[in-house]
């Protein structure tokens, strides 16, 4: 019996994994809009997050596995380590789903079972076996991952993946942790697995690795070729430390590089079917909406969504381009869904025109949210002539992702010059309602700003980022302000557009403002231990 697919399965953990970034937290509505656009993208499997790490994640599983998890729509998938309580948390936040998975992992290197988990082999073994049939017990769909899998004694790891599939796990995936492995050694340990593990045409081999020597695509494509069939990526390589594998970047070498990987999939060289089930023209705006809700900017330079991806600058290149686009491009912008920016609406368009074309785009909004966002659409329209899909984007991603109001701007003026002082005075609307002003000076006016909403706010915090990026092209472009704050040890982000920089970031400031303000007025319980993931 075999069940292996005719195709490579995308399994997402943006929300897992990638939302372990530093900074990189999302509330719960957050999360659901990013999940309804990993559903438009195509993926196979959302892992939505940890179930038992937190009562946040609890309940941002339960509501995508309700929301996005309905029939037609992908698998979602809730982590656990292999103790009870967590399988039992998981089942419960994914029941809503009506396609669900419990993904759930023990440590097997020698390293981790002796100093974290205090474990002997035949121990690991027994728990990975009870708990993969546990939470079968609950699911049809089981996914277990060996953590440290590229550090492990190989014989021990098919003992220990021998023992998984034949309790119940439909999925194997072989995590490289720490992103120590070359291409050619994970490769390998594929390979050594395929072949060595009797039962392994039960389960699906998956692929789940970190971008620490740069080398995370370069070893799942390595794994493509030796039998993994699925791979877990996430939006923009995002992740602790150096990221997780980019999902753009293997759709698209699967795509662009087909006629090299048909093979591998028993397919002839010349077919044309797609090797993953992404709607790719779907790549670009799901890879803007993370950057924005996430506040983690895309560089320039980097591979299929980045600002300079499709541009040309060389003038040996420019001629080629515009004589044949194959000459120096190996894939059309368009397949990514990078358009013309084109004019679509105007300052006399109403609010149907608005909530309809922010439907074609891929946006559900709230009635609250869609009022708010209209609000903003008039002001931006009012101040430029040309309002494009990428202001659209910009307007609405500002607007639902905002925090709690419990300050608000209510003015922002400065002073400055090349032979003056910046200086700066605000208005600030307090949470109990009472209306506050000051004024600061600083190095630039974004400085004094800050200073002078800081006086207001009385809150301690250490600004540790700020980014402006263009929207678009022109004088009048929409300007992106990005800002993270940091409190003792926990980091809040803000975000906000405007065609007015100065403002657009004295309201990036007062959003993570009133994030820090908000975890410090509900002062929650420390998570549980900590965890390791894989």
């Known amino acids: ?34 999940a309804r656009q990993l559903a438009r993208l195509g993926v196979d499997i959302i892992e939505a997050g940890f179930p038992y790490a937190s009562p946040g994640d609890f309940e941002a599983v339960q509501k995508i596995a309700q929301v996005v998890g309905v029939e037609g729509g992908p698998t979602i998938c809730g982590l656990a380590r292999a103790t009870r309580a967590d399988i039992e948390a998981a089942a419960k936040a994914l029941a809503p789903a009506v396609n669900k998975r419990i993904h759930t992992f023990i440590a097997t290197s020698d390293i981790h079972m002796e100093y974290k988990l205090k474990k002997t082999r035949p121990e690991v073994v027994a728990i990975a076996s009870e708990m993969v049939a546990f939470a079968k017990s609950f699911v049809d769909d089981v996914e277990f991952s060996p953590e440290d899998a590229g550090r492990s004694d190989p014989e021990f790891l098919y003992e220990v993946l021998t023992a998984a599939i034949a309790a119940g796990a439909t999925t194997i995936n072989i995590p490289d942790t720490v992103g120590y492995t070359t291409p050619a050694e994970f490769g390998r340990l594929i390979r050594g697995i395929k072949e060595n593990v009797p039962n392994i045409d039960q389960a699906i081999i998956s692929v789940h690795g970190h971008n620490d020597l740069g080398l995370a695509v370069a070893n799942f494509l390595s794994a493509v070729e030796n039998g993994a069939r699925q791979l877990e990526c996430t939006i923009n390589g995002i992740g602790e430390r150096a990221g997780n594998a980019a999902l753009e970047e293997l759709v698209m070498a699967l795509h662009v590089r087909r006629q090299y990987y048909n093979p591998f999939l028993g397919r002839p060289p010349e077919s044309e079917a797609p090797l993953t089930n992404i709607n790719t023209k779907e790549i670009y705006k799901t890879s803007r909406l993370v950057s924005s809700l996430t506040g983690m900017f895309v560089q320039p330079n980097k591979a299929i969504v980045g600002a300079n991806a499709f541009a040309h600058q060389s003038g040996i290149h420019q001629d080629g381009v515009l004589k044949h686009k194959l000459t120096y491009e190996i894939m059309d912008a368009e397949s990514i869904g990078l358009t013309d920016n084109q004019i679509v609406l105007g300052k006399l368009s109403g609010r149907h025109a608005f909530s309809t074309r922010l439907k074609e785009l891929g946006f559900e909004l709230s009635e609250t949210e869609l009022n708010q966002a209209f609000v903003k659409f008039k002001e931006v329209a009012d101040k430029k002539k040309e309002v494009t899909e990428w202001d659209l984007e910009s307007i609405v991603n500002a607007e639902i992702q905002q925090p709690p109001e419990l300050f608000r701007l209510e003015l922002v003026q400065v002073s400055c010059g090349n032979n003056s002082r910046p200086t700066a005075t605000v208005t600030l609307r ?61 980091i809040f982000s803000g975000h906000s557009a405007n065609t007015d920089i100065i403002v657009a970031s004295a309201h990036a400031y007062i959003n993570a403002l009133n994030r820090l303000y908000a975890s410090l007025q509900k002062n929650p319980e420390p998570t549980p231990a900590a965890v390791s993931q894989v």
């Open 1 to 34: 019996m075999s069940n292996q697919p005719e195709r490579i399965i995308i399994f997402d953990t943006t929300l897992r994994d990638g939302e372990q970034s530093p900074g990189a937290s999302l509330n719960l509505e957050e999360k659901l809009t990013i």
């Open 430 to 490: 307090t949470p109990t309602g009472e209306e506050l002003t000051d004024a600061a000076i600083g190095t630039g006016p974004v400085d004094a700003v800050y200073k002078a909403i800081n006086r207001v706010v009385n809150v301690p915090n250490q600004l540790i980022e700020f980014s402006v990026q263009s929207v678009t092209a022109g004088i009048d472009a929409l300007g992106e302000v990005t800002i993270r704050l940091k409190h003792g040890d926990r």
